[in-house]
């Protein structure tokens, strides 16, 4: 966000496939009951970021779509 990203840069990011891979890891951590007390506040690190590109991203399409 630091860039200025186009509209359709925001609709089209991803995490880079390293931290993908480690959040599938946390996922299925949690799964087996086998997360660490850090790990485990590393796993909200996670989806607090990713609440926070969902709701970019739904902002972006409404604003694209011309009805914001």
Known sequence: LSTDPTPEAILAYRLPEALEARALQLLEYKR????????????????????MMTLLKAKTRLKLSGKR
């Open 32 to 51: 087996e009951d086998r997360l660490t007390y850090e790990e485990d506040l590393e796993m909200h690190d996670f989806i607090r970021a990713d609440d």
